[in-house]
């Protein structure tokens, strides 16, 4: 049987959404990620600083926060 492919995974190291390294929301995986930005959902603020610093070097922050990706 094939694994079924990762639809959210973070965007800075590929950490799959579910995994146990996971940061979510109050702790609680039905609560969505903890960090997010326009680009895709993050796993941890040490991804979220090294993001940010990126976007901060490369001139491209967003002007707005971005909407929760995973509101319908």
């Excluded at 997010?36 to 901060?56: F, T, Y």
Aim: with cysteine; net charge neutral.
């Amino acid at each position: 049987m094939l694994a079924r492919p990762e639809k959210h995974r973070c965007i800075e190291c590929g950490t799959p959404f579910g995994a146990v390294t996971f940061w979510y929301h109050q702790g609680d995986i039905h609560n969505g990620p903890a960090y997010w930005c326009d680009r895709g959902i993050l796993c941890s603020p040490a991804c979220s600083l090294a993001h940010n610093r990126k976007r901060v070097a490369d001139g491209t922050l967003p002007d707005h926060p971005a909407t929760n990706p995973f509101d319908i």
